[in-house]
């Protein structure tokens, strides 16, 4: 979403010559998949990850524009808050080293926003959510990036809606918002992987992504304090899915399904996933004049669909089309080792729970995701139901089960010293100090949202694996 567009407004005869691009590119797309032209050998890892701009006092940093102009890296871009940013990490061969690459590849660029950053009286952070945020830092007026892409999504929301956006979460602690404009997702920063596999395994590897995405958000939960409320363990997931539905009244009334969402369910094809973008209108209709090949209308669509396992086709260097994963589940932080860690975990897991594709979907699928949002709300102490039919607290289906899935799907991949980063996950399980944790001692104990930035910015720099944090 970091990327600007060429328009500041848009008339009904964009979306009209949208419409009609999108079902040229739309109809491409499903020929490419009766045709089956699809690359199916290649394996690639991304990521992006977005952090917070903290001043020296705790609060957020008003200053990604002088940052983005300092660093002069194409690879840092705009988010939607002018405290945060973004870092679009470089894509790697999925072999026996990928790992240690992307985690070369992120210290590499995290030192270069650093070095930006330096002079400009803010660092970067990785929280889920900033624990400092304040409702007054939600201001569009004030706190918006300066970009046409933001100013048009958020009036492009609240056209669509037709109401405020109601933000409520019930934690310990209940928060409810109401406002009138899309600035509630600001309070949410993540870490994204893209994953790219060869197109016989799609299918298995959505199926097993959904699974895997619901223990990912157990292991890396970092975002329980939400404008100084306690909320869930993972907030994230309720922020997100709240503050962009662009659902008007009648739209709730009917069921229709937000433009967040977890899964409609298991599928046959990926074709049923692309197909499903024609449900959801155009929100940013920017026309280019492009071949329907580049598919460039099909995918500002389908960006704009924030599923939290985006499917995504995109074309090769190679000019093999390819389908690939966007997980979107896990949050950022607290430090650039758990971030591999998670990392590491994620796809291990969604390889190994390949091994047995028949389990993927034996359960109902109403039942994984009503455990995924549970996951969200309790962390480890989550009770659920497991693919393999075992039943129990995250915590214990995570040790017992789950993590050596991992193992099994990081050997399949051949990866290099895995237990380098699974011994984190692992040990964090064990003591129950996901970041989440550490974050809700931290204001149990002292009520004040700014030591506890300046607090987990002493423990986060030293980058050294939450669950060795010592208790605030």
């Not at 952070?125 to 048009?152: A, C, Q, W």
């Not at 363990?233 to 899915?241: H, L, P, T």
Request: hydrophobic share 40%; aromatic share 10%.
């Amino acid at each position: 979403m970091g990327g600007e567009i060429g328009k500041d407004h848009f008339e009904v005869k964009d979306f009209e010559l949208f419409q009609q691009k999108l079902d040229q590119e739309m109809d491409f797309m499903r020929q490419l998949f009766t045709e089956n032209r699809f690359d199916n050998e290649t394996r690639k890892l991304g990521y992006e990850l977005e952090l917070c701009l903290i001043d020296k006092t705790g609060a957020p940093s008003s200053c990604n524009k002088k940052v983005l102009d300092k660093a002069n890296n194409d690879l840092f871009t705009y988010e939607l808050a002018t405290f945060n940013l973004e870092i679009n990490g470089n894509a790697f061969e999925l072999t026996h080293s990928v790992f240690s690459e992307i985690q070369q590849d992120l210290t590499n660029l995290y030192q270069e926003m650093e070095q930006a950053t330096s002079g400009s009286g803010c660092e970067p952070g990785l929280f889920g959510v900033l624990p400092s945020l304040k409702l007054e830092h939600l201001n569009h007026n004030t706190y918006m990036s300066d970009m046409y892409r933001y100013r048009l999504l958020d009036e492009r929301l609240m056209e669509m809606r037709q109401r405020p956006v109601h933000l409520e979460i019930k934690g310990e602690d209940t928060l409810m918002i109401d406002k009138l404009d899309v600035m509630l997702e600001a309070l949410s920063t993540s870490l994204q992987v893209h994953y790219q596999f060869p197109v016989d395994e799609a299918v298995d590897s959505y199926h097993a992504a959904l699974w895997s995405s619901m223990a990912a958000v157990a292991v890396s939960a970092n975002s329980p304090l939400v404008l100084q409320k306690k909320c869930w363990q993972e907030s994230r997931i309720a922020i997100f899915k709240q503050a962009v539905d662009t659902r008007n009244n009648q739209e709730v009334h009917d069921l229709i399904i937000p433009r967040v969402h977890f899964s409609k369910g298991y599928i046959k094809s990926w074709l049923e996933l692309f197909d499903d973008n024609d449900y959801y209108s155009p929100i940013l209709p920017e026309v280019i004049d492009s071949k329907v090949e580049e598919l460039h209308h099909f995918n500002l669509h389908n960006g704009t669909i924030w599923r939290w396992v985006r499917p995504i086709l995109g074309l090769g260097v190679n000019g093999l089309y390819h389908l690939r994963l966007e997980l979107r589940v896990v949050p950022s932080g607290p430090t650039l080792i758990d971030t591999m860690a998670n990392m590491v975990f994620h796809v291990g897991l969604t390889e190994g729970l390949k091994l047995k594709p028949q389990e993927l979907t034996k359960m109902p699928f109403e039942g994984l995701e009503q455990d995924f949002y549970q996951v969200a709300r309790d962390g480890l102490s989550a009770n659920v139901n497991w693919c393999n039919g075992k039943m129990g607290s995250m915590q214990n289906l995570l040790l017992n089960h789950i993590i050596p899935v991992a193992y099994e799907g990081l050997e399949k991949l051949n990866i290099d010293s895995p237990e380098i980063w699974m011994n984190i996950i692992e040990q964090r399980v064990k003591t129950g100090q996901t970041g989440a944790q550490w974050i809700y001692m931290h204001w149990e104990k002292y009520q004040d949202e700014k030591l506890l930035v300046k607090d987990y910015m002493k423990q986060a720099k030293q980058n050294i694996p939450v669950h060795q944090w010592p208790k605030p």
